[in-house]
């Protein structure tokens, strides 16, 4: 049996992109998890939640880490392989990639760096807002994502055409 090389390039896209969905579905899923173990921590230094926030804390940064590294090559690949379909599809999908990606850097990088470095040197109740704020950058980053994929398999607005000429 062979396989042919758009085949097998096809192949390690998808990859790709699964392997950035677990991640980034893991940081989303925790992050509103870190939300809720860091506003009960806010009863005291003490609190038994701060340690479960500490806890968590660590195996958030390394889905963040993991995920945006592995969008990186995702966006690489999407660029190189599908031109023409990003072409025709780019008043939409332009739209949303940029937003996507705005919401990471402004929300996900901004604040998911206080997050990690201020836990101890900033006020419980300031590092609680930061934590709900990249919960909610990581949340419109999703539902920037989502709408363009449920755009793409259902793209109201377009007609389809034979040929990609």
Not at 15 to 42: P, T
Not at 86 to 99: E, F, H, I, R
Not at 111 to 131: D, E, K, N, T
Not at 157 to 163: A, I, P
Request: glycine share 8%.
């Amino acid at each position: 049996m062979t396989y042919s090389a758009l085949w097998l390039i096809q192949l390690q896209f998808f990859l790709s992109v699964g392997f950035m969905a677990v991640f980034f579905a893991l940081e989303l899923g925790l992050a509103w998890s870190l939300v809720f173990f860091r506003v009960r921590a806010l009863a005291g230094p003490h609190s038994p939640w701060t340690g479960a926030y500490r806890f968590w804390v660590r195996v958030f940064a390394l889905a963040y880490i993991i995920g945006f590294a592995a969008s990186v090559p995702v966006f690489v690949q999407l660029g190189s392989m599908w031109p023409e379909l990003l072409a025709k599809t780019s008043t939409v999908a332009s739209p949303l990639l940029a937003t996507a990606v705005g919401c990471a850097l402004v929300f996900k990088a901004s604040f998911g760096g206080a997050m990690l470095y201020g836990a101890r040197s900033w006020p419980q109740w300031l590092h609680a807002i930061v934590v709900g704020l990249l919960a909610i950058g990581s949340t419109l980053t999703a539902a920037c994502l989502m709408t363009l994929l449920a755009w793409m398999l259902n793209p109201v607005g377009t007609t389809f055409v034979d040929s990609f000429a």
